[in-house]
């Protein structure tokens, strides 16, 4: 019987990636964990039902009053912690 070893595995590369994607569209404010639909709890407290929510170019929403707060201490997003850019009210 013949004794034929097989050569060692060698790997000479790996590559690694990460892939996440977000929607948007969450239903929630990450902030103050209210729905984008009912509002925030600025406008709640206020009895107004029309509280504005905005989208970033990071793709994650939030209403206009707990961003706005949010972004007076820090520019980044508190999701992702990217630059905050606004791309559009939803």
Do not use: Y
Request: proline share 3%; aromatic share 6%; net charge positive.
């Amino acid at each position: 019987m013949v004794d034929i070893q097989k050569p060692p595995l060698v790997i000479k590369n790996i590559h690694l990636g990460f892939t996440s994607k977000v929607n948007c569209c969450t239903s929630d404010c990450a902030i103050c964990l209210n729905s984008l639909e009912i509002g925030c709890i600025e406008c709640i407290s206020q009895g107004k039902n029309n509280c504005i929510s905005i989208k970033g170019q990071c793709n994650h929403g939030f209403h206009e009053h707990c961003i706005t707060s949010w972004l007076k201490k820090c520019n980044k997003c508190p999701i992702d912690k990217n630059d905050w850019n606004t791309v559009k009210n939803f």
